[in-house]
């Protein structure tokens, strides 16, 4: 079953300005990164299927529930959104607190909510520091907790705004981590992020938005590999794929390990599968 | 980002006067109704207000400040229409309530008043760009660092209701209800008025720094970003004004 589908979806804030134009998609359980130039509708997009805009036209289901006839925090326990600055809800004193907030709202026991966070800290790697005040940690360690607190939830779907911001390698890996282990856990993970790096190593597939429509939608293999499309909505392919491409080989490599592999065998062609 | 103000930028000549001729008007505009004698004076000031508004484009803009103290001085006329303590000459009755004539026209002295204040106020308010504003006052003698906390309160309250709106959907979004009974509300207000407190003393914090390293509290003479407004008309009405208000003094002292 598809956890997530679109119908016709138009919004506009005000009369004449659209900013997403009749809309039409389905998710399943893939991981999916959306990307598309600041303005492209992004923002709005997931913010519509979080419930917080209601469409002006056509329909989101969210696991079969029309997201107008449930409020936000109602659809919290099907959809997680993880916002891009961790500043705009840290307010507990102590990450635990923090962390165990989310889980509690949407009907979990105290020490439900309690085990949940403690095994999304472990999964970001804070579980030492769950005693600590969130503001005497860094900004990217915040941004972890935040990432922890929906995490903590349950949800069946996850959406992440820009997870990588402010974080350094070791970061980005962990993110990339948590990204496949909730994917294998069977929940569909959403991010929009402008990391195309990040995008080719993570996600299976990729939508790419400009101008309030879907451009491109398929595998991340497929999208990369069609450069011409992606400049016209001012993006470039992964910095890997491009140093392939340059070197006068075709097709898209997503990673180095699969560039070394293809220089190695000498071929042209990018392998077959990821 | 939308700022805090009534500011209208239709570009008329009287967006061109420079706000220190404004003030000066605001100030004539109270004081020569108040030294002369008589309905006419402020009458007089009072058209010529609607007329300076009309040329800045933006009387329209007047009418919801004058529909609104409407109210308030409707209130005024009743009570001073039945109640003036000098009430002598009954006018006409309403059922069983006497209004009078002594009460009626100090209370219409006041509605002009007001009107008055209102209209010059609205024009400085309507066609000066705050900042503009602000930099005139520091050019005649404000100290910089009050000047600065007048342009900041007026960009933080827009900036500070996008924050909230931002938290209020980020707290939404892990399941907080914010809609429906007091208590619910209560609850809501701390995971609400957190963030924003801490975001505010953040980025107070950063914002001194920032200023700081532009030399905010440096000691030499500053010199300001745009050029003071000259011509002929910033001198000239400045002039005017001040000779106007004189006049009136003098008159009324003679009398």
Known sequence: ???????????????????????????????????????????????????????????????????????????????????????????????????????????????????????????????????????????????????????????????????????????????????????????????????????????????????????????????????????????????????YNRIGCQGAVLTVEEFIAARRAGTGRPPVSA | MKALSLYQDRGTVVHRVDSRSKLLYILSAILIPAVLPGFMPGLAMLALSILILATGKVFGKVLPLVGFSLLILASIVLIQGLFYSGNKQLLFSLWRFGFYREGLLFSGGICLRVMNILCAVSILVLTTRPSDLIESLVRLGLSPHLGYVLSSVLQIIPQMTATMETITDAQRSRGMETEGTLLVRMKAFLPLIGPVVMNSLVSTRERSLALEVRAFSARSKKTFLNPPQGGTANTVIPLVLLLAMAAAIVWRVMQ
């Open chain 1, 1 to 243: 079953m598809n956890k997530i589908e679109i119908r016709k979806l138009r919004f506009h804030y005000s009369a004449g300005e659209e900013i997403l134009s009749d809309i039409s998609l389905d998710f399943d359980a893939r991981s999916t990164a959306i990307i598309g130039q600041n303005g492209a509708g992004k923002t709005t997009f997931v913010k519509l299927l979080k419930g917080l805009l209601q469409p002006v036209s056509g329909d989101v289901l969210i696991d079969g529930i029309n997201t107008r006839d449930m409020t936000v925090a109602g659809l919290a326990r099907h959809v997680g959104l993880v916002f891009q600055n961790p500043n705009d809800q840290i307010f507990k004193n102590k990450v635990l607190d923090e962390v165990m907030f989310g889980p509690s709202n949407i009907g979990q026991s105290p020490d439900e909510a309690r085990a949940s966070a403690l095994a999304a800290l472990q999964m970001v790697g804070l579980a030492d520091k769950q005693a600590e005040n969130p503001y005497d940690l860094s900004l990217s360690e915040r941004k972890l907790i935040s990432i922890a607190s929906i995490v903590a939830m349950h949800t069946d779907i996850i959406i992440f705004d820009e997870p990588t911001i402010a974080q350094d390698h070791a970061g980005k890996e962990r993110i990339k981590a948590i990204i496949r282990e909730l994917a294998k856990q069977g929940k569909l993970v959403l991010t929009i992020i402008h990391d195309m790096d990040f995008v080719a190593e993570t996600f299976e597939r990729t939508l790419v938005f400009a101008e309030g429509k879907v451009l491109l939608d398929g595998p991340t293999r497929e999208v990369y590999g069609l450069p011409g499309i992606l400049k016209q909505s001012h993006l470039e392919p992964p910095h890997i794929t491009q140093l």
